[in-house]
C-alpha cells in the first residue's frame, strides 16, 4: 500500500507538471493566431481572451487525454530505469497488479474528460460561434486596427486609421474612401471622434479635412475643405450561427440520426474511452532497460498515441460519410487498441518470468 500510494502521489505530480507544459504550449498557439487576426483588423482586439478562453475549452479533451497517458507512462518508466519495479516482481506481484492503482488514478481524470466531451465542449463551440457573430456585427470602426487598411460594406468603403484612442473617442490620422451614387470620394483629417446620437446611430466625425470626390471615366472632381464632416457608421447584421453537429447538446445530438451527427457522437464517445485505454497501454509501455537508451519508450508511446487518434479521425470520417454503420465505428477503434493491450501485457509478464526462472 505505501508503494502503491507513492505512485499515485507521482502519477499526480506528473499529470500537474505535464497539463501545464500543454496547456502553455496551447495558450501560446492559439494566442498567435488571434493577435495575427486582431493585428489584420479581421477580429476586434477586446474579443481576443474571450475567444482564447472557448478556443483552450474545447482542446481540453485531448489535453487531458495525452497528459494522463504521459502521467502514467513517465513514472512507471523511472521506476523501472531506478530498479524499482525490480522490487515489485521479487516481491512476487505480476505486473496487473498496477491495474488497480492505475484506474484509481484514472477515473477522476477520465469522467472531467468525459464531462468536458459531452458537454462543456460543445457549449464552448455554440457560445464561440454566437460571440464571433456579435463581433461581426459591432460597428465598423470597432474592427478597424491602427495601421491597416480595412475594406467594409463589401469593398465599398476603405477605412484607415493611425491612431486610435478607444476609450476617449478619438482617432488621427484618418483616410476614408467610399462609392456613393456612382462617384468616388476620398476623405482626409489629422483628427476625428466618434460620436453617437440618442437614437443610437453612429458617426466618425472628422475635423478640419479635405474631401475629393471624382466620377470614374471622368477628368472632372472636387475638392472641399470643411470643419466638421460626418461620416455614418453602422452595425451589421448578426450573422446567423450555423446549425453544427460539434455545437449540439449530447440530448440534441441524440435526437438525429445523420451521418454527421452520428460522426459527431462517435467522437464525443471516444474521447473517454481512449483516455482510459491508453492510461492501462501505459503500463506495459512503461517498460525501460536500464542499460538502454531512456528515449525508446517514449517514442513508441508517441506513435501509439499517433495511431489511436488516427483510428478515431478514420472512423468518423467513414461514419459521417457513411461508409461504416455507426454501431461498428464506435467500438472499432478501440477494439483494435484492445488487442496490442492484452499483447503488450502478455509479453512484459512472460518476459519477467522467463528472465526470472
Same mark, same amino acid.
Given at each position: 500500500m505505501i508503494f502503491e500510494r507513492a505512485a499515485r502521489r507521482e502519477f499526480a505530480q506528473a499529470a500537474a507538471g505535464i497539463s501545464i507544459v500543454l496547456l502553455a504550449i496551447v495558450t501560446s498557439i492559439q494566442l498567435i493566431r488571434l493577435l495575427k487576426e486582431a493585428a489584420g483588423g479581421e477580429l476586434a482586439a477586446e474579443g481576443v481572451l474571450a475567444l482564447l478562453g472557448f478556443g483552450l475549452i474545447k482542446y481540453l479533451p485531448m489535453l487531458l487525454t495525452l497528459t494522463l497517458f504521459v502521467a502514467v507512462l513517465l513514472p512507471l518508466s523511472r521506476m523501472y530505469r531506478d530498479s524499482e519495479m525490480v522490487v515489485w516482481f521479487s516481491s512476487g506481484m505480476p505486473l496487473t497488479d498496477w491495474l488497480k492503482p492505475v484506474l484509481r488514478f484514472a477515473l477522476p481524470m477520465v469522467l472531467a474528460i468525459g464531462t468536458l466531451s459531452m458537454v462543456i465542449a460543445p457549449w464552448a463551440n455554440l457560445a464561440q460561434g454566437n460571440y464571433q457573430a456579435t463581433l461581426s456585427a459591432r460597428s465598423e470602426l470597432s474592427s478597424v486596427s491602427p495601421g491597416a487598411f480595412k475594406e467594409m460594406r463589401s469593398g465599398r468603403q476603405v477605412y484607415f486609421v493611425e491612431r486610435l484612442d478607444g476609450e476617449a473617442g478619438r482617432v488621427g490620422n484618418v483616410?476614408?474612401?467610399?462609392?456613393?451614387?456612382?462617384? /468616388? %470620394? !476620398? !476623405?482626409?483629417? @489629422?483628427?476625428?471622434?466618434?460620436?453617437?446620437?440618442? @437614437?443610437? +446611430? =453612429?458617426? /466618425?466625425?472628422?475635423?478640419?479635412?479635405? *474631401?475629393?470626390? !471624382?466620377?470614374?471615366?471622368?477628368?472632372?472632381?472636387?475638392?472641399? +475643405?470643411?470643419? =466638421?464632416?460626418?461620416? =455614418?457608421?453602422? +452595425?451589421?447584421?448578426?450573422?446567423?450561427?450555423? !446549425?453544427?453537429? *460539434? =455545437?449540439? %447538446?449530447?440530448?440534441?445530438?441524440?435526437?438525429?440520426?445523420?451521418? +454527421?451527427? *452520428? %460522426?459527431? /457522437?462517435?467522437?464525443?464517445?471516444?474521447?473517454?474511452?481512449s483516455a482510459i485505454i491508453l492510461a492501462l497501454l501505459a503500463i506495459p509501455l512503461s517498460y525501460v532497460n536500464p542499460r538502454a537508451g531512456r528515449s525508446a519508450n517514449i517514442l513508441i508511446a508517441i506513435l501509439v498515441y499517433a495511431i489511436y487518434s488516427n483510428l478515431i479521425s478514420i472512423s468518423q470520417a467513414w461514419v459521417t460519410g457513411g461508409k461504416m454503420p455507426f454501431a461498428v465505428g464506435v467500438v472499432l477503434p478501440h477494439l483494435l487498441m484492445l488487442l496490442p493491450l492484452g499483447v503488450l501485457f502478455y509479453g512484459r509478464m512472460f518476459g519477467w518470468q522467463r528472465r526470472t526462472a
Open positions: 483616410f476614408v474612401a467610399s462609392m456613393q451614387e456612382g462617384k /468616388l %470620394g !476620398v !476623405v482626409m483629417s @489629422n483628427s476625428g471622434t466618434q460620436e453617437t446620437l440618442e @437614437n443610437g +446611430d =453612429r458617426f /466618425l466625425v472628422l475635423e478640419k479635412g479635405r *474631401r475629393y470626390e !471624382v466620377e470614374p471615366g471622368s477628368a472632372a472632381f472636387k475638392v472641399m +475643405d470643411f470643419e =466638421r464632416y460626418a461620416v =455614418r457608421t453602422e +452595425d451589421g447584421e448578426p450573422k446567423q450561427t450555423g !446549425v453544427s453537429p *460539434r =455545437r449540439m %447538446g449530447l440530448l440534441e445530438l441524440l435526437g438525429h440520426s445523420s451521418p +454527421d451527427t *452520428r %460522426g459527431e /457522437l462517435l467522437w464525443r464517445i471516444a474521447i473517454p474511452v
